[in-house]
């Protein structure tokens, strides 16, 4: 036997001897080929206090942590002449100094890092009006980042270098800050942190300044979608969404990027320079993922625009000769239009006819002849057409072959007289209750295109905040705005998700992930944009964002819009499984108000306001109406004392005044800037008409298409589930509902109420509509302080049903 296999052999008997003594079961190592170092990362880190602090917070029990702590020079708190490492934890174990964190598909980076706390103090400074809400990197702050000591970086590269050597698993891309691996919570080490200066000694990462020319030279002409920008930040390692939104997750990982690598260009913008630098360090890197990412953005510029489906221009467009005839003959060129007795119009676009026989309900209606090329014509039918379906047909257009275009404009709303006494129950009903106290409303009576009824009563505002009454009352009038509370539901976010259906731009049978990408996790990807819209995703009817103390916990208290947002995308819990129960939330259409931005490319209150309401001529319709040239006295009041009831109620920044024109939703006003998709929409009778003339008239009105036949139906139309509920509108069914809508109104019949005091009955069986606006929250409060109520529901006009019961039987009786 060789001496050295003698001393191998006393060896292994030695280990074995020491094995047994130490433990129960002796074991033998032998190494394996599959395996890695538990080390990943080397996150950078700044202490923000003195060392003494420093050294306070990391070592005390309690406390935080991090492997090493770097001292500054010319800190009084600091005790030796010369700068020296100190180190707080051992390598092999866990240090608690990242947090809640990511980076490259790795979460609790505590487990897999080690991190180095550098001594430096910046300090932020905040505006005397601070900030609803305080976000990491939120402009309104201003922060000064003193430079880092020279002395305290050399030995940070000499550290750094040895950590490196014995963790062989770092690599460039895993020397991070702590703001890159958490950007929404923090922004150590800063802007001012040499990261260049390390990357020049070995450490981290770096890209190269000609292949940042190179894209920046691309990208300057055709900037990345912030969606490709997205993605290649994740591929870097950053946690971040591929929303293709500058959504608050994508400011702050941007800011994060750009403080490592841009440091003299923190904006948070998705700007050029930044995507070159990224997509430059992505080719150095990683440069597969750059590849395929570069092969997106070619893919980006040559991509066709999604092709959307123009809305006609009136109710019935006929062009002839017919491109699709039927081989049946008799069922060409002819066809049905809405139109009411003594009204209704044809448009005739003449392109090369010079002749043609048109007929409206059997009768030869006389044009001109010849008819002249490329001219249009218009002729009035007032003696041809009779109340709802007329019908038309077109032949012997001459000479053969010859084009033209007839068109029928949707009907418009008329104004009539009716006789006095007509609606003389229910005028006496609102009014015996205004004289008892009630404080006022406007009711309208919509019936076969003619607006029947247009009536105010009471007062728009009656009480000081005490509950005691105004000298000088200010009257109600026909055109006093009201807010209409969840009546927005429909009248703003269902009406712009009809839209955007028929333009082909929505469809609620898909998942909303697929239109809002961060909404993912905890059963989201489940949800159809049709769930949100029949209450039936499972989400708790509210989330009292304006409270610290709302019942989901501090975490869920917002007064910032974007913060809300983030919490409705990513955070709200579901208290139901889908499609267990329609369970009515104000979570469903917060969320749908979001999708009709980001489908719309703008807010809710721009689109709705400039491309349903404008065209059509309302002005009075619109949100924030105290920002957009309406005063207190043109708008109805609502609750006395702010959002206090009475004094009950109490929270940060709570309105304690007469509201008058702010939307009395506290989730609305507060949490989302009072532009909401459930809540927050001003509106009058004659302007809510218009609305349910157009919804009578199936989608459009006057030569203005807004959304299509089959788009209502799917709209309106019965859940199996229940058929009181239709897409958002709420449905009469068969007396499911007769609180809200009598028991007269047919089966067909919709609409929705407003918590404020609203109402709205369209039914088309009898092509009539009801439009009843009330501020009955107008009214002192009662009761103690967990039971109470209002005064106004007291009364029979504020419990909506006996006034929508009292206008059918006018109109039926009569």
């Known amino acids: 036997m060789t001496l050295l296999s003698w001393l191998k052999k006393l060896s292994l008997a030695a280990t074995t001897v020491l094995l047994v003594s130490c433990a129960s079961t002796p074991y033998e190592f032998t190494q394996s080929e599959n395996y890695s170092h538990r080390v990943k990362f080397l996150v950078m880190h700044y202490t923000a206090i003195d060392y003494e602090k420093s050294m306070r917070v990391l070592v005390e029990k309690g406390g935080l942590s991090a492997h090493y702590l770097l001292p500054e020079s010319n800190d009084a708190s600091y005790p030796e002449e010369q700068l020296k490492v100190i180190q707080l934890v051992d390598e092999h174990d866990r240090a608690w100094h990242a947090g809640r964190s990511y980076w490259q598909g790795r979460e609790d980076l505590n487990d897999q890092s080690i991190g180095i706390e550098i001594v430096n103090v910046p300090t932020c400074h905040y505006p005397e009006v601070k900030p609803d809400v305080h976000m990491e990197n939120d402009s309104s702050k201003l922060c000064i980042f003193p430079d880092y000591d020279a002395k305290q970086i050399a030995l940070l590269i000499e550290l750094s270098k040895g950590i490196l050597e014995r963790n062989p698993d770092i690599g460039p891309t895993q020397v991070v800050g702590h703001s890159d691996i958490a950007p929404s919570r923090k922004n150590d080490p800063g802007p001012r942190f040499p990261w260049y200066q390390l990357y020049q000694a070995g450490i981290g990462a770096w890209y190269d300044s000609d292949t940042v020319d190179k894209y920046w030279q691309q990208f300057s002409l055709v900037k990345p979608s912030v969606g490709l920008i997205q993605k290649a930040l994740r591929g870097y390692g950053y946690d971040v969404q591929a929303t293709n939104q500058l959504d608050p997750q994508t400011l702050d990982t941007l800011s994060a990027f750009q403080m490592h690598f841009l440091p003299w260009h923190v904006s948070g913008n998705a700007d050029a320079r930044s995507a070159a630098v990224l997509f430059a360090l992505m080719e150095k890197y990683f440069p597969k993922k750059a590849a395929k990412l570069m092969q997106q953005y070619q893919q980006q510029q040559t991509a066709p625009e999604a092709k959307v489906k123009p809305l006609a221009n009136a109710q019935v467009v006929l062009e002839l000769p ?403 509920y239709g897409l958002g509108w709420r449905r009469a069914g068969h007396g499911a ?70 206008v059918y039987e006018a109109l039926l009786n009569h």
């Open 322 to 724: 017919n491109p699709n005839p039927s081989s049946r003959t008799l069922v060409n060129d002819r066809g049905t239009f809405k139109a009411y007795k003594g009204r209704g119009e044809i448009i005739i676009e003449n392109s090369t006819a010079s002749s043609a026989d048109i007929f409206i309900n059997g009768e030869k209606i006389n044009i001109s002849q010849p008819l002249i090329a490329n001219k249009r014509y218009e002729y009035s039918l007032s003696k041809r057409t009779h109340n709802g379906t007329n019908t038309f047909k077109v032949e012997n257009v001459q000479p053969q072959g010859a084009s033209l275009t007839i068109r029928f404009p949707y009907p418009t709303l008329a104004t009539k007289s009716v006789a006095s006494n007509t609606f003389k129950q229910v005028d006496e009903l609102i009014n015996q209750e205004i004289a008892e106290g009630f404080p006022g409303a406007v009711l309208a009576v919509i019936k076969d295109g003619q607006l029947l009824k247009l009536s105010h009563y009471g007062d728009a505002k009656k009480y000081h905040a005490d509950g005691s009454l105004l000298a000088y009352p200010q009257q109600m009038k026909s055109d006093t705005l009201f807010d209409i509370a969840s009546n927005s539901k429909m009248f703003a976010t269902n009406l712009a998700l009809m839209k955007l259906a028929s333009e082909g731009k929505v469809d609620v049978e898909k998942p909303l992930f697929y239109y809002l990408p961060e909404f993912r996790g905890a059963g989201r990807e489940q949800r159809l944009v049709k769930d949100l819209l029949t209450h039936s995703a499972g989400y708790p009817a509210v989330v009292d964002f304006h409270r610290k103390d709302n019942k989901f916990g501090e975490r869920f208290f917002s007064q910032n819009s974007l913060r809300t947002k983030n919490l409705l995308l990513t955070g709200v819990p579901f208290v139901a499984g889908r499609n267990v129960k329609h369970l009515y939330s104000d979570i469903d259409y917060m969320l749908l108000g979001v999708l009709v931005e980001r489908l719309a490319g703008q807010s809710l209150d721009s689109y709705v306001e400039g491309q349903i309401y404008q065209p059509l001529g309302l002005t009075h319709t619109l949100y924030n109406p105290l920002q957009k040239g309406f005063t207190k006295n043109q708008i109805a009041a609502t609750e006395l004392q702010g959002n206090t009831r009475g004094g009950r109620i109490n929270f940060d920044n709570v309105r304690t005044d007469v509201l008058q024109g702010q939307v009395h939703d506290e989730k609305a006003f507060y949490a989302l800037g009072g532009v909401a998709g459930h809540a927050g929409l001003f509106s009058t009778g004659q302007d809510l008409s218009v609305l349910a003339q157009l919804l009578l008239n199936r989608g459009g009105y006057g030569d203005k298409q807004l959304f299509t036949p089959q788009v209502l139906e799917q709209f309106i139309a019965p859940q199996a589930s229940d058929e009181s």
């Open 737 to 806: 509902l007769k609180w809200h809508f009598g028991p007269y109104a047919s089966e067909q019949a919709y609409g929705h109420t407003g918590w404020t005091g609203t109402v709205t009955v369209i039914d088309p069986a009898y092509d009539l509509a009801i439009v009843l606006l009330t501020n009955t929250r107008h009214t002192p409060i009662e009761g103690s302080e967990k039971r109470y109520e209002f005064v106004g529901k007291k009364f029979e006009t504020g419990k909506y049903g006996s006034v929508i019961s009292l």
